[in-house]
Each structure stands twice: as C-alpha cells, then as structure tokens.
C-alpha cells in the first residue's frame, strides 16, 4: 500500500472543456481534454508512463472506463455505496450495476436496491467490483460463481470491499494473490487459496486485483482506484465533492484500536471475529 | 460540536441477551437488557441522568426509537447509505424509508432505490432524516414541503445530512436554528431563516436538531447521533463492525484542505461552490 497523500501536490490547473452529462456535481471530461491538451503530462502521468501503460493494456486516464458493481440478495448497501458514489463523478466512466436474475435485489436489512442487469447480458467490463454481504449464499450459488468467474477473467481490474473478496476467492481467481477483506473474516481467504492481508487497501499483480477492507473502506478503496485510472487530480475533485473529510469521534474503526468489551460484543454476534475468522452464511 | 472521543473510555462490558432479530451484525438487544440489568449505570449514563431525560421527553437508550429517512427522485445514495448502515445496527431500532408517493424512488446517476413507504401513511415518527441531493425540485415541492414538516414538527430529533437541511430550513422549522450543510451550499441556510454554521457535525437545541456536512459527513453524524440516543458503546460497536477506520489518500475532503486548483475544478461545475451559495435545482 503506497501512502500517495502527499504527492503531486504541485499538479497544474486543468482546462476545463464543459460538461459532458446531466449530472451536476460530475467532473465531465475536464481530465479528458485536460489529457489532450497537455500531452499527457498533467495528473501526475509523463507522456512516456502514458505509452508504457497503453502497450501493457493498461488504461490511460481518457481512455473509457467501464465498471460493473456485481449486486446480490444479502450484500451490504454501503460497500458499495461510496465507491459507487465516487465511480459516478469519474471522467468518461460508467457505472453499471447487475445481478444474477437483473432486476431489483434485496439488500441487507431488507433494503432493495434497483434496477440491476443480468449478468449474463453483461458480454465484458474493465473493472469488476464485488461488494460483501452479510449471508454470502447467493454469490456462492455455481450460476453466479460462473458468471462473476467469466467477468473476472476478462476484465482488467478484479476488485472487491469487505468481504466480497471471499466471493471472488471463490471462484479461483485470487489463488495466489494477496487480497483485503473485512477484519472479521480477513483470514477466510486463505481457505479459498488467496493471501489474507490486514490492510484497507490492498494491491497485487500491479493494480489488476485491488480490495479494500470492511464496508466503510470502500471508500479509500475506490478514491485510490480512482487515482490510479483517472488521475488523481479526479480522484481528489471527487474526495472534495462528497466532503470525505472524515472525523470519527471514538476510537472504534478497527480491533487495534477498539476497547475489548466492544471487540468482546462483535465476538460473541460473529464468533471467531477476533482471528479473523467469523462464520457467515455461504461460507464454509 | 463536542469531542467525545476520550470519553467513557471504561466502560463496563455489557451482558448480551442473544440476538434480536434476523441481522447477523445487528447489536440485538445487548444494550436493553444491560441498561436493565446495569440499573441505567452502562452506557454513561447515570440513573438520575435517565430520570432527567425521561421527565424532558428525551429518549433514554432502552426506549424503542423509530428512524424514517425521507427519499425523493435526485437524492444522493451516500448521504442516506451511510447513516441507514449504522442505524439499522444499533439496538432497539427502526428504520423506514419513504417518499411522497411511496415505491421506488430514482436517485442521482439514475440509480433506484426502494420500496419506500408513502409519507402520508406514516404518523409519526422519533428522528426524521432528510438527506440531500443533486437535484432538491422534488422535495421542495408544496406536497412534499408538507409532509416533512409535519413529520419534523411532532419528531423528538430533526436531522439531515448534506444540503437536505435546505430542504428542512425551507419548511420552516430550522428558522433560527443551528445547522450543517455541505460546504457548496452552507450559506443559502440563511436564506431559509436557518444559521449556517461550517462544521461536520452541528446540534442545536440540545439534540432536538442535528445535522451533518456533506455526503460522507452522514457517516460521522450517525455515529454521534447513535451514541447520543442508543448510548456511547453502541456507536463503538457499530463503528467496529463497518470498519470506520478512514484512510484518505488525499488532503482534499474540505476547500480548508483542498489544493486551490481542484476548488476551482468544483467552482466551475457548482458557481458559487467556494462561498457556500452553489446553485441547486429547486432552490432559489
């Protein structure tokens, strides 16, 4: 996890060249033209690291982005709810959203979320993001272990939040890659042949398989997704725009930082949270 | 704003009384039956301290709480999906969701989400959350006006998020009261009668309104909303269990901290954003 917060600070104001979509608060495609105009030397990108990652497949900041958040019965509104908010405000990015049957699915809490696509309709997509869940059935199901399989492997990014990494661990992709996922279930990974590792953000194989941690990580998770696709110029327009200027008031995010007798409570709902191995529903 | 962070840092552990309902990560009724058992002593609170709050109307954190967060076509998801995370766990709770005419509301980026309720069909509720949006037409609407105010005017907690405290400054109910709003917005409060004020979280009234900055400000607004009226340890559990550990890459959460070139990025898709009086469809 390379710490970026104090880089390019010194970044060049950018052209703007108008709006490009209905939304209000999107950055429209300033970076885009922003891109051209500067020869690829703005948002932190030297013309030459602009070749070198179009000859690797990789994307380049105006290149389009096409991103598929996979939805399912049980999965949790807010892992993927900031990272969906940020994805929307991205220059020449779109946002898809799909689930095994299409239609609307029922959250956790029972809350619906809507209208999804089929993912069998989906022919491919840059990046993939699997978002956890509180029961981890439906997404362990074959039909859509096959059809997150077959995304995955043609897409360029394979990311997840929380313990979405667990549904992607399944499937075989991440054998052998390290990945992040809910501190409470981090350590299931290894029995699905992926490389558990406690961080919020989690990198491996140069950007291709990217995670964050539990539900709120989603966010530091795609505001680096973001800077690392779009620029970070995007990337920081959009930390501003969505004021992610976070002040928690206790000191309760994480178990290293928790009380015991609170650590002590998410043990006794979810045993084994403590080691990093808490039983939900799906997983073995 | 209060700083609470070092509070109750030894609180005694809490007897757990199984799970309440469904939810795996849900608190269940640990905080009732231990305020029962604890004499009202856990939590930080005294038992003359219950007393008080009990002959002034106050919820204390064993009386069941009742949560409606309004939607409406062109909110945004992140300012709701934060607080609803949160509240949905915390102990003798509940949550609705509704909108003028109830069924699937049609968010910013076209995302849908639902099913609400009908306004109308709702009595009464304890806390009232109105989050804001992109586009404020809909609920600055006479019919929805309505609705808000009357449901803000019998609730013992009038709250928002983003610049939905636009919307509840315009029912009237905010007229010389304290609120936050997203920094692009904050001083058009004043022309609603409010009192613009530029933090993260804002109370007035002793809790009776309480309001959140932009987007992920719900975030730490719900944390401190849950632990005024669920108690302290209930928020630190809630805390741990979505991992609200923030990491941000960038120093660009607030025009405080923001490079200027990147406000200027945002002045330009918002004019006025940086003075706190960035145009909005529906508001004047």
Chains 1, 2 share one sequence.
Not at 45 to 60: D, F
Not at 95 to 124: C, M, W
Not at 273 to 279: P, Q
């Amino acid at each position: 996890m390379t710490d970026t917060s104090e880089n390019n600070r010194t970044g060049k104001p950018l052209t703007e060249a108008g709006r490009s979509r209905r939304d209000i608060l999107k950055f429209g495609s300033i970076v885009t033209l922003g891109a051209v105009l500067g020869g690829g030397a703005l948002l932190g990108h030297t013309a030459p690291a602009l070749a070198q990652a179009a000859s690797k497949g990789e994307l380049a900041p105006n290149d389009p982005l096409d991103i598929l958040i996979v939805n399912y019965d049980g999965g949790t509104l807010l892992d993927f709810a900031g990272p969906s908010e940020i994805f929307h405000r991205l220059p020449n990015t779109n946002v898809r959203y799909a689930s095994l049957n299409g239609g609307n699915v029922t959250l956790e809490f029972g809350v619906v979320y809507g209208k999804t696509e089929r993912l069998a309709d989906i022919e491919r997509t840059d990046l993939i993001l699997v978002p956890g869940g509180s029961d981890l059935t439906a997404p362990m199901r074959p039909e859509y272990q096959a059809q997150i399989r077959r995304l995955a492997q043609s897409a360029k990014h394979v990311t997840s939040v929380c313990n979405g990494s667990l549904v992607l661990a399944a499937t075989g992709i991440l054998n052998g890659k390290r990945s992040a996922c809910h501190w409470a279930f981090v350590n299931k990974l290894s029995e699905y042949g992926a490389i558990p590792v406690p961080d919020r953000f989690v990198e491996d194989d140069n950007g291709r398989f990217m995670s964050g941690g539990g539900v709120t990580a989603g966010i530091d998770f795609a505001l680096r997704v973001a800077a690392k696709l779009r620029g970070q110029q995007a990337a920081e327009f959009t930390q501003l725009v969505i004021e992610y200027d976070p002040a928690p008031p206790f000191h309760s995010g994480h178990p290293r930082d928790a009380r015991q007798e609170v650590i002590a409570m998410v043990d006794k709902e979810l045993p084994g949270a403590s080691k990093g191995l808490a039983r939900i529903p799906g997983v073995r």
